[in-house]
């Protein structure tokens, strides 16, 4: 019965990212270099963050602020990289573009923009909730 409900439960929170995985983005190669390496920003941002964090531990656990603090400014610096990211991408992108003009090959279509941006952005929210 353990092991039923264990595989229950990692299907329940695992469901709509293998999916969404399975039905969009396995069919790229492009797009899963992008969600591995937007995913792997977003751990090297929790492990800075947690790197930072650690040197305001032990926070007195009667009052309330400093956890507040720690949450916004989480968020923010995750938000903050998330935007990074898009901006360094769409910078990627033009370089590519403008190197498929030069060796004549076909830019990336706009449903390969579409697709990107999806597994980014639905792939990261799924993973942050």
Not at 12 to 22: T, Y
Not at 87 to 100: G, M
Request: aromatic share 14%; proline share 4%.
């Amino acid at each position: 019965m353990t092991i039923a409900a264990g595989i229950g439960y990692a299907l329940l929170a695992l469901g709509p990212s293998l999916s969404l995985f399975v039905s969009v983005i396995s069919k790229k190669p492009f797009l899963i270099l992008t969600v591995l390496s937007s995913t792997l920003l977003w751990l090297i941002s929790l492990i800075v963050l947690s790197g930072v964090w650690r040197g305001f531990l032990p926070l007195n656990s009667t009052t309330w602020w400093p956890y507040g603090i720690l949450i916004f400014t989480s968020v923010a610096f995750q938000e903050g990289l998330r935007i990074l990211f898009w901006k360094v991408y769409k910078r990627l992108e033009h370089i590519l573009d403008a190197f498929a003009d030069k060796v004549s090959k076909p830019h990336l279509f706009l449903t390969d923009k579409m697709q990107i941006a999806l597994g980014k952005l639905c792939m990261c929210f799924i993973l942050l909730f």
